[in-house]
Nanobody, 113 residues
Framework: QVQLVESGGGLVQPGGSLRLSCAASKIDFSVNSVNWYRQAPGKQRELVARITAGGSTNYADAVKGRFTISRDNAKNTVYLQMNSLRPEDTAVYYC???????WGQGTQVTVSS
């Protein structure tokens, strides 16, 4: 069964860091682009970061310089390192691949003092 599972979220203070993980079943991340999205209550789902099969990365302007997407092919896992977190980063974060239409549960990130 194809499945994507996000983990690593939590409650952090402004300026703190979190590392999100995206693990996949029946999807080979080494030959797929992988995207991280986030969605805050009442807002559209937003593309945050992307890593291609070739290793190229792209980031939303709001997170450039603070977030880093990476991939560990041995573990078939994609990560989102989130530094210098701000309250506006608060959202549920999801990972996905372009061809897969189902969304996982996501992982909640809350940045608050």
């Amino acid at each position: 069964q194809v499945q994507l599972v996000e983990s690593g979220g939590g409650l952090v203070q402004p300026g703190g860091s979190l590392r999100l993980s995206c693990a996949a079943s029946k999807i080979d991340f080494s030959v797929n682009s992988v995207n991280w999205y986030r969605q805050a209550p009442g807002k559209q789902r937003e593309l945050v970061a992307r890593i291609t099969a070739g290793g190229s990365t792209n980031y939303a302007d709001a997170v450039k310089g603070r977030f880093t997407i990476s991939r560990d092919n041995a573990k078939n896992t994609v990560y989102l390192q989130m530094n210098s977190l701000r309250p506006e980063d608060t959202a549920v974060y999801y990972c996905n691949v372009p061809w897969f239409s189902a969304w996982g549960q996501g992982t909640q990130v809350t940045v608050s003092s």
